[in-house]
């Protein structure tokens, strides 16, 4: 299995799709490299506020996305941070934004509306969804109703009743409490 995977990605090296690439040798190695990926969230975190995007779409797509979001998000924002990371094969993708350094905290978050449209309406055209494996939650529950008609909507609100008819659910996360 190691050998397949080690040509797929040479050959990949070859033809320019990546860049680099890193395989675990050993198991040290591997929980080493699992590691980096799980606290990618606590050194943003540590760096100051984020714009964080949890996005799925077309895998063929991803390459794309990530090259006309960085392009048009730093354009707008030059000195912004792009930390994109995903799932390798799933089309879900971790694109989150950290403020440029030196940037006050609120100012950054003053942009979250410009930096969510430029993210979230490129997703959208490429055949995406603005929500993967963390679903909405209430901070995108205004963003929604830009890409969701009413129908969609109320769907989802009687899948959600008919499933928790109680509410237990994830209580006021995508819809709010009545």
């Not at 980096?36 to 996305?65: C, L, T």
């Not at 993708?93 to 030196?102: A, D, E, I, Q, V």
């Not at 950054?108 to 993967?132: E, K, M, P, W, Y």
Request: charged share 25%; proline share 4%; with cysteine.
């Amino acid at each position: 299995m190691l050998a397949e995977v080690t040509d797929a990605f040479q050959e990949a090296m070859r033809d320019a799709l990546i860049g680099d690439v890193v395989i675990a040798g050993t198991l040290t190695q591997a929980q080493a490299l699992w590691a980096m990926r799980e606290n990618i969230s606590e050194a943003q975190k540590r760096e100051g506020v984020s714009i964080k995007h949890d996005v799925s779409m077309p895998i063929p797509r991803i390459a794309e996305f990530i090259a006309r979001a960085n392009e048009a998000l730093t354009t707008t924002f030059p000195e912004i941070r792009i930390v994109c990371f995903g799932h390798i094969g799933d089309g879900n993708l971790h694109y989150n934004l950290s403020k440029p350094r030196g940037q006050g905290n609120e100012a950054f978050i003053a942009a979250t509306h410009q930096v969510n449209r430029v993210s979230t309406d490129l997703v959208t055209a490429l055949g995406g969804s603005i929500s993967a494996e963390h679903g909405i939650g209430q901070l995108k529950r205004e963003e929604i109703l830009r890409y969701k008609s009413p129908v969609e909507m109320e769907m989802m609100r009687a899948v959600k009743s008919a499933l928790d008819p109680q509410r237990l659910m994830n209580p006021g996360k995508l819809f709010a409490r009545k």
